[in-house]
């Protein structure tokens, strides 16, 4: 894949970011249709730390691939295949979170849309609630958590790009921003049911926090460099 860079995020990545969260939401794959808006999932899990945090953003590209017809994941340099997005500072982040992006999500998702055929474990009404409830974030974990891990992340490579390193390089180079700024760790969740997503993080270094639990893991790596 020599046609690969990892670059920071521009503001016009940011409809194809969306996009890949959308082909990534569904356990690690794609939910397109799978909610009654395709906008539902990246309003909650990307586009909120694209907005808070852009210098924290890092998409993957794809100097050289070339889609037929349209192409939503088409960016000014090539095709935008993975990202990853990161809060800085997650206490912050939620009272950003409530000030900044509350309003207008509840003006674009006032209440859950028609049902579709897909019948998601994580619920268009879950999905809603969660995207006007930001303290979730905070909610549960330890003190000590945020103090050692204070920021949080999302990861996200269509499968195109997986099984290529892209996802190491993408942590590290956050990893690397973060320290820079003196954030000792960062921490995430993620979906139980989607192993191969833990399968990664183990192999990268991310071990279970205090907090974490069956049904809502919490993983956490320091940004220093081992």
């Known amino acids: 894949m020599t046609s690969i860079e990892i670059r920071p995020y521009r503001p016009s990545d940011r409809s194809a970011l969306a996009e890949v969260c959308v082909r990534t939401a569904a356990g690690g794959g ?4 799978v909610y009654s808006d395709d906008s539902l999932m ?6 909120p730390y694209v907005e808070h945090a852009p210098d924290l ?21 090539g095709r935008l295949i993975g990202y990853i997005v990161a809060a800085p500072d997650t206490a912050a982040f939620v009272a950003w979170w409530q000030r ?17 055929t897909a ?4 619920t268009e009404e879950s999905l809603v609630h969660d995207g006007a409830d930001p303290g979730r974030m905070v909610r549960g974990l330890d003190p000590d958590e945020l103090r050692t891990h204070p920021a949080h992340l999302h990861i996200d490579l269509v499968p195109e790009a997986q099984g290529h390193g892209l996802g ?3 942590v590290q180079t956050l990893c690397d921003a973060l320290a820079g700024r003196g954030i000792p760790g960062v921490h995430l969740s993620y979906d139980p049911a989607n192993t191969g997503a833990r399968a990664f993080y183990d192999r990268l270094g991310f071990v279970e926090l205090p907090s974490s639990a ?13």
């Open 30 to 33: 794609d939910a397109r249709g």
């Open 119 to 122: 019948t998601p474990a994580y």
């Open 168 to 170: 190491r390089r993408l």
């Open 100 to 116: 900044a992006w509350t309003p207008g999500f509840l003006a674009r998702h006032p209440a859950p849309g028609p049902a579709t």
């Open 42 to 47: 990246p309003d909650v899990y990307a586009l």
């Open 214 to 226: 069956d049904h809502l893991p919490l993983l956490g790596i320091s940004t220093a460099r081992g």
């Open 57 to 77: 953003a890092f998409v993957v590209v794809d100097h050289d691939a070339v889609a037929p017809g349209p192409d939503p994941l088409a960016v000014d340099d």
